[in-house]
């Protein structure tokens, strides 16, 4: 009878729009937090903060540029910081809700050039202006209360409904592999999808996009997509291929799709 009332639940949360946007926190409460967790990482040291040379002016430059195409630039709730820490090891880069950014110089000889690092950086900036962390925040809150209510040994009918859904939370694996990675991949596949359209708004390349998949593949460690909180990069990069055209003829519908961000950079007078 449990059981049932469980399965009942994670088909309905699976299927449940209102899940997928849930987030309990307002842009500038995301802001404060966002903020607070980016000085917390900067002070911890360990990575130094790169504050002059070529790449850290590639990274200000391609930064403020993509800021500016998410049309977050003069938002109060975005302070926009983008900090490129020394980590030749870590090919990654992230974003905290509310704009701030890290690049890690591990990601450069991957990204090859401004064009690759906006397509990184696009994709950052989505996660920001979607407010995938608030949604995650609010999902974690979720799932972490199930545990004190399961603890605690309450009654299912003694439960307020949110609580009803939290329960979901018995279920265990269940819910990192049913319902908590799906949808971060779903916001993986968002982030990128938008990412694009900020970069080709900022004049880059949007298809170096799927060629800097491609490389990422090459060094992955392998781990299969439906275990990942992250999708395939090979998968991203067919993805991107085949949406790249039609996101092309939405920003600048005028333009023939291949050549026109990059004319558009040249234009900017964009390094390539
Ligand atoms: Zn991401």
Request: charged share 20%; aromatic share 6%; glycine share 8%.
């Amino acid at each position: 009878m449990l059981r049932g009332f469980y399965v009942l639940l994670l088909t309905l949360l699976t299927s449940c729009q209102t899940w997928r946007q849930l987030n309990f926190y307002s842009d500038a409460e995301l802001a404060s937090i966002g903020a607070e967790a980016f000085a917390q990482v900067l002070k911890d040291g360990n990575h130094k903060v790169i504050s002059s040379g070529k790449e850290y002016e590639m990274v200000q430059r391609v930064g403020q540029r993509i800021a500016v195409a998410s049309g977050k630039a003069d938002d109060p709730n975005y302070q926009w910081e983008f900090k490129l820490l020394k980590a030749d090891g870590i090919p990654n880069a992230f974003c905290l809700p509310g704009g701030k950014v890290a690049v890690y110089t591990g990601i450069l000889p991957i990204t090859l050039n401004e064009h690759g690092l906006a397509a990184v950086l696009g994709h950052e900036v989505a996660h920001a202006t979607q407010h995938h962390g608030g949604i995650r925040m609010s999902q974690a809150a979720i799932t972490s209360s199930i545990i004190v209510v399961a603890g605690a040994g309450i009654s299912i009918t003694g439960m307020t409904d949110l609580q009803k859904v939290a329960c979901i939370g018995a279920l265990g694996a269940a819910i990192n592999l049913g319902v908590t990675l799906p949808f971060s991949r779903e916001h993986e596949t968002e982030a990128d999808l938008i990412g694009i359209r900020f970069s080709i708004r900022a004049g880059y390349d949007p298809w170096e996009a799927p060629k800097l998949w491609e490389r990422m593949a090459e060094i992955s460690s392998g781990v299969p997509s439906w275990l990942s909180t992250h999708p395939n990069p090979l998968d991203r990069a067919a993805e991107l291929k085949e949406a790249i055209p039609q996101i092309i003829q939405e920003e600048r519908p005028n333009a023939p799709a291949t050549k026109v961000a990059v004319v558009a950079a040249q234009q900017d007078g964009v390094i390539l």
